[in-house]
């Protein structure tokens, strides 16, 4: 017997091959589908830790305004209560330098 192809076997073959690239193709397809949804999730998660970080930062910042405020506040130096009303008594008994 002779391996002489016919008709029939190159036509057999051709279908075949057009049928496996047509699942490689359905495959690479469904490939890219998948990354690209991948891609968009990983997107959103980026964005969400850019966002919480922004807002962790702007915390702590108003936390070490509110900090420093405490302190001036504690030490008598913050410039928003030092006005004078807040000034202190001359007349004062406890003021050794008082003007009488």
């Given at each position: 017997?002779?391996?002489?192809?016919?008709?029939?076997?190159?036509?057999?073959?051709?279908?075949?091959?057009?049928?496996?690239?047509?699942?490689?193709?359905?495959?690479?397809?469904?490939?890219?589908?998948?990354?690209?949804?991948?891609?968009?999730?990983?997107?959103?998660?980026?964005?969400?830790?850019?966002?919480?970080?922004?807002?962790?930062?702007?915390?702590?910042?108003?936390?070490?305004?509110?900090?420093?405020?405490?302190v001036k506040n504690t030490l008598g130096m913050?410039?928003?209560?030092?006005?004078?009303?807040?000034?202190?008594?001359?007349n004062h008994p406890s003021n050794?330098?008082?003007?009488?």
């Amino acid at each position: 017997m002779s391996s002489q192809s016919t008709p029939q076997n190159i036509t057999d073959k051709v279908e075949e091959m057009a049928d496996q690239a047509q699942m490689k193709k359905d495959e690479t397809m469904s490939q890219t589908s998948m990354n690209s949804q991948s891609s968009d999730q990983n997107a959103s998660y980026t964005s969400q830790a850019s966002n919480l970080l922004q807002q962790t930062g702007e915390q702590m910042k108003n936390m070490a305004q509110g900090a420093a405020e405490a302190v001036k506040n504690t030490l008598g130096m913050n410039s928003a209560t030092n006005n004078a009303s807040n000034a202190p008594d001359t007349n004062h008994p406890s003021n050794p330098f008082s003007r009488d």
